[in-house]
Every structure is written in C-alpha cells, then in structure tokens.
C-alpha cells in the first residue's frame, strides 16, 4: 500500500506479458495501475483465497513484514500454491532483515565489512552499559528485531544513550527489542545498493539516495524517506567493483554454503567511510523512496525479470537500463513523522502518466465518495527522470507545487548538490 508497490504495480502493468494486476490492499495509485484487493498482506489465508478466487499466477511482496512472517514457505507448504511463484525469500533468508543480530553475525563469520558490534540479551543490562562506556558518541542502538523504521537511535548523550538503551530492553519496541546490538558508529555518505537474485545468480540494479532526515539540509527527524536519486553521481565504478567483490558476492556465496535459499531483492544499506564501503543493513525486499527511482529506469519488461527469476534462469537474460537520472520527492501530511490527520482532500493530480516522464507514486492515499484523499504520513512520491540529474530535478520541481493538499511538506533540496555528503 506505499510508494514503492505502486511502482512496482506500475511497473508490472506496463508489460505486454501479463493481462492482470492485483494489489493488496493498495492505495488510490495503484488502483488506476490495476485492482486493489481489500486484503491484509499479513494474513495468509486472506492472501490463499485471493490467489484462487482470481487465479493469480505469481506473487510479489512489497514490503517486510510478510516475508518475516514466512509467505514464501507458507506458500511452499500449500498444496495448492506450491506451484505459484513468490518473489522474495524464504522466512529463514528473510532472517537478514528481521534479525539485525543474525545479519551482523552473518557478516561478521563471513568478513563482509560492517560496523564493529556487540549485541545483548534484555538481562544483560549491566554488560551492555559498560560496553556503551567504553565507546565513543555518537551511539548507535538498534532493536534486533523489525520495529517499523523506528528501531534504530543515533545519540550523541551518554547518559541519554543509556536511559534509551534501559529502554528498549524493558520493552519500548515489544519483541523486537528482546535484544539490543550496540554498534561503533560509521561517518560517511549512506547508499542503496540493490541486485536481485534467483539463488545462483544476480543481476545489479541502479543504485539510489535515499534522503532520510525531514528537514532541508537534512535535519530534524528521521522518516520512511523524503527522497530519492538514482543513480548518485557520487557513485563511481571503483565504489560498485568493491561493493561487488566484498559484498554483494560473498554474501550470495555464504547464502548457499548455509544451504539459506534466496529468490527476490536484496537490498544493501551501505555507508562509505573514505572510499571503503561498510554494510549498515540487508533488507530482503526493495526500498521506500527507493523503488520509485530505480524503476522508471528499467528498459526490459519487469516481468520477463521476474519470470526469470522464478525459473532459475537469471544467468541467460539480459537485464537493460536507460541511461537516465532520476529524482524522487515525497510529499507527506502535516506532522509526520509524528502525528498527522488523514481524510485531507488532494488536488491538483496529474492525469495517468502515459509517455511522460513524470509519475506520482502514491503511498499515503485512498480513495473516498470518488475522491483522492490523504491517508498516510508519506502521501505521494513524484519522480521524474532525464538525462541528467539537472533536467530530473527541474521536471520533478515544477510537478510538486501544482499538487495540492492542506498543511502539505516536501523538502526542496533534493538533488540540489552534486555529491550531497551525507544528505
Ligand atoms: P533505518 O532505516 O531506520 O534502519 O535507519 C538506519 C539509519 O541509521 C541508517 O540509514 C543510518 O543513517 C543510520 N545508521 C545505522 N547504523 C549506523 C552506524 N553504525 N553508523 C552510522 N549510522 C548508522
Ligand atoms: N528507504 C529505506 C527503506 O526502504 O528501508
């Protein structure tokens, strides 16, 4: 229901080799791209009954959750959907975004570079605060399990870092924080790196900034994402080989040599430290603004990629990309990331897309007695892309301001430096 399914779902619906889309639930965007299912992802037999009652053929998951929770296997496991196809890994490959402990260990034994680390059970409270001491700030304290975005904090406060840390372990995130990871914090330029793999080999997606913080200059909160660029420019061959040979493969090569099958995205958070790249995170599926960038830039029919890799054949296909830039900005409600109302009208919407090369991803959005109205924190994602970053951002800019809805917010410097450090 964001952003990044929408683009997905309007990737998909430009394929000649497909005659129907459904997406659940989906969002007033993805029901122009194709038919919104009134069902909740996360509940399997509501899943199991939309597959047969409109006998879908192959199933791409969007968001965590669900892969978490072990769709794939859950599927697998079902005489009657073993032979539909899904798109994303197995609850036990998942392990590497819904365990944040699982996927530093993984990196770790397997010498994938990441942030030095130590993580703790919620009674070892005494032994996690003096690791804390001995660190320097800022601290880095992540929930190991999945917490909605939320499960990350960046405090420069000792004593703040250990009344967090108290925190967590007594249960402000549930579940997921029943361990804490305390990690050495890394100074640099974040990136999004994505390839998509069918177990034995992989294809390379463009990379993509995501632009995190609320505010211009990148300040204030935190959020799901402001923004998105793909390529970034600062991203060069030298950066991508090293990425390739001390990331990307030997993680597809431990995946195998731990009998771990993975079919679907991985999606490296990284951060580069003085050109040396270092593993933040794994997500199991595509990013939020992220997708809505990479996409659009993909020349070769989705479908034949997805087709490819449920069959295995990922090696034989030929995987194409327009040479474009493309540029991303979000549009959220009044409030967000913290509280916010929905049930705002939105005006202004540009007609579907066709040829142009603008489109505007919604995310937070329903539709209500024939109206487009706001209903999310991030409520539209407008991307526009061109030849060059120059010509992406100009298009993107001049398509956000005519859509309208109250107390509406965007950052308007996305784009706006060639190597934004950090932004
Ligand atoms: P999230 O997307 O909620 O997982 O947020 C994670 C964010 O926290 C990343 O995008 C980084 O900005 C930051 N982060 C996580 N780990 C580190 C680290 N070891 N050093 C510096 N920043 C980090
Ligand atoms: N944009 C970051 C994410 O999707 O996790």
Redesign the pocket.
């Known amino acids: 229901s964001g952003g990044r399914e929408h683009a997905i779902a309007w990737k998909l619906s430009q394929s000649k080799k497909i005659s129907r889309i459904f997406i659940g639930p989906g969002n007033a965007g993805t029901g122009e791209a194709g038919i919104n299912l009134k069902i909740n992802p996360e509940d399997f037999e509501e899943v199991k009954k939309a597959v047969s009652d409109n006998d879908i053929k192959m199933v791409v998951v969007g968001t965590e959750a669900p892969l978490a929770g072990g769709i794939h296997d859950y599927f697998l496991n079902h005489p009657h959907l073993k032979d539909v196809p899904v798109i994303g890994p197995v609850k036990n490959a998942a392990r590497l975004e819904w365990s944040k402990d699982f996927a530093k260990s993984f990196m770790t034994r397997h010498g994938i570079p990441t ?1 030095s680390y130590r993580s703790f059970g919620k009674d070892e409270f005494d032994d996690a605060l003096a690791y804390l001491a001995s660190l320097t700030p800022p601290y ?1 304290l ?1 929930a190991d399990g999945l917490a909605a ?4 904090l ?1 405090i420069s406060n000792y004593e703040q870092a250990a009344s967090e840390l108290r925190e967590i372990m007594e249960g402000k995130f549930g579940k997921a924080g029943e361990k804490v990871l305390i ?5 640099g330029i ?1 990136l999004s790196v994505f390839i998509i793999t069918d177990g034995k080999s992989y294809k390379l997606l463009p990379s993509a900034k995501d632009y ?1 913080r609320i505010g211009e200059g990148n300040r204030g909160l ?1 959020t799901g994402g402001m923004g998105a660029i793909s390529p970034p420019p600062f991203v060069d061959e030298v950066m991508m080989d090293k990425v390739t040979t001390r990331v990307i493969e030997p993680t597809l090569a431990q995946l195998k040599k731990d009998g771990i099958p993975y079919v679907g995205f991985i999606f490296l ?1 990284m ?1 580069e430290v003085n050109g040396e790249p270092f593993v ?2 794994y997500n199991t599926r595509m990013g939020d603004p992220e997708t809505e960038v990479v996409l659009p830039l993909l020349k070769t029919d989705l479908v034949e990629v997805m087709e490819a890799v449920v069959e295995h054949r990922l090696d034989e296909l030929t995987v194409e990309w327009h040479p474009d830039t493309a540029v991303c900005v979000v549009m959220t409600s009044p409030g967000y990331p913290g509280s916010y109302p929905t049930g705002l009208p939105i005006q202004g919407l540009p007609t579907p897309f066709g040829e142009s090369r603008v489109a505007v991803f919604h995310a937070g959005t329903k539709r209500e007695s024939g109206r487009v109205v706001t209903a999310g924190g991030r409520v539209l994602a407008v991307t526009a892309w061109g030849p060059s970053l120059l010509d992406a951002r100009a298009q993107v800019y001049q398509a956000v301001p005519s859509i309208l809805f109250e107390g509406r917010h965007y950052r308007t410097d996305i784009a706006h430096r060639a190597f934004p450090h950090k932004i």
């Open positions: 942030a880095v992540k975005g939320k499960g990350v960046i990690e050495q914090f890394l100074d974040e995190k935190n958070g951060i933040i995170e």
